[in-house]
């Protein structure tokens, strides 16, 4: 078999007689990969802080190099010698293998094997936006032809011209490169596949048409093998740079640096999965998901354009198809702060601060912190636009999100280097209330949704629960640099908000909480999962939420793969409706962090990992941004690689299933945790802590939980959990004498939800009492863990099995119903 490697896209080229990288095989299986079958329906992205791949598991793409798709429907064929049948290659794709360095692509064909290697570089020059590589392994010579539709067109909302002007420059070689020139003279970009023959190319006198473009590859294993063939593409902005003189220097330059790009984006993130926190648990998968959020997260790290100065977070890509939006790949304010607490836990702090500096550089003059930010928004008049201050909520998780940078790292320097800009953001907090009841409202943008039925909200409990925060957050800020007064107003503003709140959005008849307040007592009772942010910063909660809680839990909320937005009882819901039914994991991050902190833990482990393993689900290794609330399936209109879908696989396990709270000031770190009663033992490395960070072990010993921070004697270990205490520098936290453990998996794709789910669990001393909820006549399976031998471990409501080292099979069967049905198990000794 001969082998070649073909250089596509970008910075990666190498010449014709260069030979064929060697992978370092180590470094190789120092990241995660995930390796599956190619789904030609499923997207996969590619993203860099200058480009994008963006395509289907076919194989076929489209290149950004932004804020330009410069090209879309890449697409090959192989005509191969004595076979009078022309191959779609992208019909053949046969397996992806996905890490976060790069993702591969291979085509399978009784005469040939392609590889599709495609990276986005993280370092390289300002035109590097994406690479790939294709490896052949051919029995015939064949004729390659890479087809692809021209774009050149810049991402929403700016405008461009028609379709572009391609013109094939013939170099002294019998070679040459594609220019796709605008009607202005000032941008355009080059293609060049060194060795290849232009395909289709009209000429002017033709009438005119939209044809793709293509570059045609004669391939011989005897004479071709290890040898490079690049596709290279560059862009220029300016009339100097679009000559063809000039593309011809700028595709040289991209040449000299091809040979290190593959193994500096290696190393890259070798090196930035090596410097932050990572999970060491009996869960495999969950280990894996926790590193693919954080990888996920730092590949939606994009430069701004025209300067390139800036880096910031965007919201989420998938392929733009026929238009110009990737998704949501550009800036958004609440995104991006929701999101930050995932990246402060796991120690990133300079892109927490890059992403402040962004959107303060942003912030209106009267403090308010913006919603929207396009990649092209210098090119329009974006202030004109409905998008920049169309939300509300980023101005108050704007001191939410920097407080708890200060809790983690410690850093009152930096807090006072911006604190004009917070104490801005936090006069337009207080001074927007419209109806007068002390509560930041939506009169200066939406709260969380966008659209409701019958009409859009006044206040809604969202806004409202992070305004109670955010005011205990401020005060927090306000004392670490000195402000006393404001500290105190602020956290006395805090403790009236919160007794509005019960006035206000509390509902008796239905132990519940309103969805929002329109004033004069009149409320919008539907029932929904906003109050669930009340538990995020674990610094507040609802007084009267446990009936609520228990309707998250259970099939009403929460399906098989995360929670709807609202009740399926309510009259508006339609589960494929952005905010009326659909499942996001957003939400499901929020809910599982509140049911760990409002003792919960069952249900917020089960929501947890629905969020950890749609890592596996659609784009590999990314989590999606929302699903049918009906049927497993994603909606076709969701990003696939989603900012904060991510970043509620990291929340969740640090914050609520490990029950991790900082503060570096008083060198304490509280934690509080709720492992899975089949894990005996996890480690947790490389937890930020101020200046430094530590390993935290967590062991089971008999009927206690035993958590150490390993080689940082200085650090004060606490925790909420009772009774718990410090003894020889190891935090001992008891544990019940009984523990449930329940299986969490997601179901097949199409299907309903027919899982089992868990309101609510009351440890006693001599008892264990759970309430369950599955299908009505099934039978299901859950365990309980001896902590302590015991005798006389028994229950009436369900079946016990044999024991394997303290563990019991139980077996419940439910009554009969065509719904779902509640059953009640108690165990004693």
């Known amino acids: 078999m001969k082998k070649i ?87 053949h794709a046969a397996a992806i293998d996905v890490q976060p360095d790069k993702t591969t692509i291979t085509y399978s064909h009784a005469n040939f094997t392609i590889r599709q290697i ?14 790939v590589f294709y490896q052949f392994e051919a029995i015939r010579p064949m004729t390659i032809t890479f087809t692809f539709d ?7 909302p700016a405008p461009s011209d028609d379709r572009p002007s391609p013109e094939w420059v013939k170099d002294a070689g019998g070679s040459g490169f594609y220019i796709l020139h605008e009607n202005l003279p000032d941008q355009a970009a080059a293609l060049e596949l060194p060795g290849a023959e232009p395909g289709i190319l009209p000429p002017y006198q033709e009438r005119a048409a939209a044809s793709p473009l293509q570059f045609v590859l004669h391939f011989d294993p005897k004479r071709d093998t290890g040898k490079m063939f690049p596709l290279l593409m560059t862009f220029a902005n300016s009339k100097t740079e679009t000559s063809k003189e000039a593309f011809g220097q700028s595709l040289a330059a991209l040449n000299a640096q091809s040979s290190s790009i593959l193994d500096s984006n290696r190393n890259y993130y070798r090196s930035f999965l090596a410097q932050h926190t990572a999970i060491e648990t009996p869960d495999a998968n969950l280990n894996t998901a926790f590193a693919w959020a954080e990888a996920s997260i730092d590949q939606l790290r994009v430069k701004t354009t025209p300067d390139l100065k800036e880096e910031a977070l965007t919201a989420g890509f998938v392929g733009s198809g026929d238009v110009a939006r990737p998704g949501f790949g550009w800036f958004f304010g609440r995104d ?39 990649q092209t928004a210098n090119l329009v008049d974006w202030k004109s636009l409905p998008y920049q201050w169309a939300s509300s909520d980023a101005t108050v998780l704007l001191p939410m999100a920097v407080n708890d940078y200060l809790k983690i790292s410690g850093d009152r320097q930096y807090v006072a280097s911006i604190w004009p800009n917070l104490e ?28 409701w039925v019958p009409k859009m909200p ?43 709140i019960e006035k206000e959005y509390y509902l008796t008849a239905s132990n519940s909480y309103a969805f929002s307040w329109e004033g004069n007592g009149r409320t919008d009772d539907t029932a929904t999962i906003f109050p669930s942010v009340a538990w995020w910063d674990d610094t507040y909660r609802l007084q009267h939420a446990d009936p609520l809680l228990q309707r998250w839990a259970s099939s009403e909320f929460s399906t098989d793969w995360g929670t709807r937005i609202l009740s399926d009882r309510a009259s508006i819901y339609d589960p494929i409706s952005y905010h009326q ?84 000031a008083d060198n304490t770190l509280t934690v509080t945790p709720h492992l899975p009663a089949d894990w005996t033992e996890a480690t947790i490395r490389r937890v930020p802590f101020g200046d430094r960070s530590v390993d935290l072990t967590f062991r089971r010993q008999g009927r206690e939980l035993v958590v150490e921070a390993n080689g940082d004697a200085k650090l004060h270990l606490a925790s909420h959990a009772e009774k718990a205490h410090v003894e020889g520098g190891r935090l001992r936290i ?32 001599h008892s264990l009492q759970l309430r369950l909820s599955a299908p009505g006549g099934s039978t299901q399976q859950l365990a309980v863990r001896e902590n302590t031998p015991l005798h006389g471990l028994t229950t009436k409501d369900a079946q016990m099995g044999t024991p394997t080292r303290g563990v019991w099979p139980l077996e419940v069967k439910f009554p009969d119903g065509a719904d779902y049905t509640d059953k009640t198990v108690v165990l004693t000794w």
């Open 458 to 500: 006044r206040q809604e409990i969202y806004l409202a629960a992070l305004d109670q925060q955010a005011s205990t957050a401020f005060s927090s800020l306000a004392r670490s640099t000195g402000h006393d007064q404001l500290a105190t107003d602020a956290q006395q503003r805090a403790e009236r908000i919160g007794k509005t």
């Open 336 to 374: 991006s702060l929701w999101s930050l607490y995932a990246v402060n836990s796991y120690g990133d702090f300079g892109t927490t601060k890059e992403e402040i500096a962004f959107l303060l550089h942003r912030q209106r003059d009267d403090g308010k912190i913006m919603h929207e930010w396009s």
């Open 424 to 451: 801005r953001a936090w006069k337009f907090e207080t001074s927007h209330d419209s109806d007068g009841d002390g509560i930041y409202d939506n009169a200066e943008g939406t709260g969380w949704v966008e659209s």
């Open 150 to 156: 021209p774009i050149m067109q810049r991402m929403w």
């Open 118 to 131: 495609m990276l986005a570089p993280k370092t390289g020059p300002q035109n590097a936006g994406a690479l």
């Open 734 to 765: 008891p544990l019940p004498a009984v523990e449930a453990a329940i299986a969490a998996e997601l179901p097949e794709v199409g299907a309903e939800t027919r899982q089992m789910k868990v309101l609510a669990e009351q440890y006693g001393e």
């Open 581 to 664: 039914g659909s499942v996001w994991p957003l939400f499901t991050g929020w809910v599982s962090v509140a049911e760990y902190r409002a003792g919960h833990p069952l249900s917020g482990y089960a929501h947890l990992m629905q969020n950890a393993h749609l890592t596996w689900s659609q784009d590999l290794g990314n989590t999606t941004e929302l699903l049918s609330g009906q049927f497993y399936q994603v909606l076709g209109r969701s990003t696939a690689h989603q900012l904060w879908s991510s970043a509620m696989v990291i929340s969740p396990v640090l914050r609520g299933l490990f029950g991790l709270e900082w503060d570096a």
């Open 5 to 91: 490697l073909l250089g596509l896209m970008c910075a990666c080229t190498a010449l014709a007689q260069a030979q064929t990288p060697t992978p370092d095989m180590k470094a190789e299986k120092a990241l995660p990969l995930i390796s599956r079958e190619a789904v030609a329906s499923k997207p996969f992205s590619v993203l860099g802080p200058r480009g994008a791949l963006l395509g289907q598991q076919d194989g076929g793409y489209e290149a950004w190099i932004f804020p330009w798709k410069i090209l879309g429907n890449m697409r090959l064929s192989v005509n191969m010698q004595d076979y009078p049948v022309p191959i779609s290659v992208n019909a």
